[in-house]
Structure formats: structure tokens, C-alpha cells
């Protein structure tokens, strides 16, 4: 019964993990896209054009979902929103902060009258600079990470291993209710040390 209600719990935290691993890569897909567009947007508004005919630019040219929004924004101010007000709500859409720091940057340099091509360069510059440290962060963690995967996975090859070469030693694992109960004390332990692993070899930039 141990053993079941362990899977039970497992499978119900699945989907919980599957989606904020999900929501994760969409948010490194947005910064990405983010990224992209601020250096079409410096590029537009060095050449001489208004910050929306750089937007413009940047949502003909950019990808998907980003470009979407870059033209729900433009759309907006079309039928008579202030951009400010377009900036805020599609900060509120977009689940990023660096796309709050990009609304507050304009908004308020539009405001003080400052150079809006120089601050969204600086803009780009630090956000490059963070995806960089990301990157060499991530470098420096990889061992650490596979560390945590091959000893997790470890017990289990055994069990895999022992029961084709001796199955008559593993046997009793699965039709006892003591080697049910070894089972599922063996998930829990594996699973409170992948946790504690991931929380030592997760360093998050943002916070450094």
C-alpha cells in the first residue's frame, strides 16, 4: 500500500513539474525574442524613425509569439490607447521581467525627453550580459546536474540489473509487502536527494 501510495504521489506532481519546466523554456524563448528586438529597435531609432515604425520593423521581423504582441501593441494605438498604456498591459502578458524593465524604460524616457535609443541599448547590453553569465553558469553546473541524474537513476539500474542476473533475489521486492515498502523507502530517499541536488546546482542569475 506504501509503494502505491508513492506512485500515486508522483504521478500527481508530474504534471506540476512537466509544466514549470515548460514555463521555463517558454520564458528563455521570450528573453531570447526580447533580445532580438531591442537591437531591431536601437538599429531603427539610429537610423532616424520613430520608436512605433521601429516597433513596427521589429514585429515584421521578429518571431513568434513576440512579434504577436509587438503588434497588439501597435494595434492598440491605432484605435486611439496611449502607448504607455499599451507598454504596461503588454508587460502584463508577457510573463517576463525584463519585458517590465523594457515598458518602464520607455514609458519613462519618453516622459524626461532622454536619448530612448541609448537606454534601450543599454537595456540590450545588460540583458546580453545576463543570458552570458546564464550560459557560463549553466557550464559550471552541467557535472553537478549529471551527478544528480546518474545517482538518481543508479539504484534503479541496479534493481534492473540484479533482477536479470539474479531474479530470485529481487523477487521478493515486488511480492512482499516488506519489499514493497523497501521500494517506495527507496523512491522517496532518491527523491529527496534529487531535490536537494538540483536546489545546490541551481544558481539563478537574477539573484547574483
Avoid: C
Avoid at 503588434?71 to 504607455?84: D, F, I, K, P, T
Amino acid at each position: 500500500m506504501m509503494l502505491i501510495g508513492v506512485l500515486v504521489i508522483l504521478a500527481g506532481l508530474t504534471p506540476f513539474l512537466v509544466a514549470q519546466i515548460r514555463q521555463e523554456r517558454k520564458q528563455q524563448e521570450w528573453a531570447s525574442q526580447l533580445r532580438e528586438s531591442l537591437q531591431s529597435l536601437v538599429h531603427g531609432l539610429r537610423v532616424g524613425v520613430g520608436f512605433n515604425q521601429a516597433l513596427e520593423y521589429a514585429a515584421k521581423e521578429g518571431a513568434m509569439p513576440l512579434a504577436g504582441e509587438w503588434q497588439r501593441v501597435l494595434q492598440s494605438v491605432r484605435v486611439g490607447q496611449s502607448l504607455a498604456q499599451a507598454l504596461q498591459e503588454v508587460a502584463e502578458r508577457v510573463p517576463i521581467k525584463e519585458m517590465a524593465w523594457f515598458s518602464t524604460a520607455v514609458q519613462i524616457t519618453q516622459a524626461t525627453g532622454g536619448s530612448l535609443a541609448e537606454v534601450l541599448e543599454s537595456l540590450s547590453i545588460t540583458l546580453q550580459d545576463q543570458q552570458s553569465l546564464r550560459e557560463k553558469v549553466s557550464a559550471l553546473t552541467a557535472q553537478g546536474k549529471a551527478s544528480g541524474i546518474l545517482l538518481s537513476l543508479l539504484p534503479f539500474l541496479m534493481m534492473g540489473a540484479m533482477s536479470f542476473v539474479a531474479p530470485e533475489i529481487t523477487k521478493p521486492l515486488f511480492v512482499t509487502s516488506t519489499g514493497q515498502n523497501v521500494i517506495a523507502g527507496v523512491i522517496v530517499s532518491v527523491a529527496m536527494g534529487a531535490f536537494a541536488i538540483k536546489k545546490i546546482v541551481t544558481v539563478r542569475v537574477d539573484e547574483i
